[in-house]
T-cell receptor
Framework: EPEVTQTPSHQVTQMGQEVILRCVPI?????FYWYRQILGQKVEFLVS????????KSEIFDDQFSVERPDGSNFTLKIRSTKLEDSAMYFC?????????????FGSGTQLSVL | DQQVKQNSPSLSVQEGRISILNCDYTNSMFDYFLWYKKYPAEGPTFLISISSIKDKNEDGRFTVFLNKSAKHLSLHIVPSQPGDSAVYFC??????????FGTGTSLTVIP
């Protein structure tokens, strides 16, 4: 069964450093998402991406965050200057179409720890 | 704002019995609801869904019930198995837009 893959599984960084989280969505999917889950809290939407542009973003997704689909397979989330509160599990997800009955497929996540 | 709420952070059930996980939502415009299951160190995996035109959807041991007037949905697992032990998230969306997730309920099925 096709799956969404994320690398690395764990990322440790110093506060103020830039990090790039990588995702390879399912190959025929067109819609891509980043979610995150701070330990003990809910899974939060960050951003959705379609046709090489952001289609929706949350308040969390401020100027420190950016997404990119640099080639036909990768989907990246960049945090320019990490803060302690960015420590979380970041999940990439993809979907085949933008429809009411669409379900998302999630990757296994990248645990980001900002020290 | 917490548009989707799972008020029980944990639940323990004996193997073979029914597990009932509950979820409440505040946005009456939500029209699609899903349950995801998450094991430690893994991403959420889709379990079952229901659209707002239905009040019940069944898939094997898993049944989701939707009560639109109460803005409440529940997931029933019958019979519960030890392998069902995981964190269960409910999620809701409106017209195919972003999904809002609850905080999750950790289910432990005791052999």
């Amino acid at each position: 069964e096709p799956e969404v893959t994320q690398t690395p599984s764990h990322q440790v960084t110093q506060m103020g450093q830039e990090v790039i989280l990588r995702c390879v969505p399912i190959s025929n999917h067109l819609y891509f998402y980043w979610y995150r889950q701070i330990l003990g809290q809910k899974v939060e939407f960050l951003v959705s991406f379609y046709n090489n542009e952001i289609s929706e973003k949350s308040e969390i997704f401020d100027d420190q965050f950016s997404v990119e689909r640099p080639d036909g397979s990768n989907f990246t989330l960049k945090i320019r200057s990490t803060k302690l509160e960015d420590s979380a599990m970041y999940f990439c997800a993809s979907g085949h179409r933008f429809a009411t009955n669409e379900k998302l497929f999630f990757g296994s996540g990248t645990q980001l720890s900002v020290l | 704002d917490q548009q989707v709420k799972q008020n029980s952070p944990s639940l323990s059930v004996q193997e073979g019995r029914i597990s009932i996980l509950n979820c409440d939502y505040t946005n009456s415009m939500f029209d699609y609801f899903l349950w995801y299951k998450k094991y430690p160190a893994e991403g959420p995996t889709f379990l079952i869904s229901i659209s707002s035109i239905k009040d019940k959807n069944e898939d094997g041991r898993f049944t989701v019930f939707l009560n639109k007037s109460a803005k409440h949905l529940s997931l029933h697992i019958v019979p519960s198995q030890p392998g069902d032990s995981a964190v269960y998230f409910c999620a809701a969306s409106e017209a195919g837009n972003q999904f809002y997730f609850g905080t999750g309920t950790s289910l432990t099925v005791i052999p």
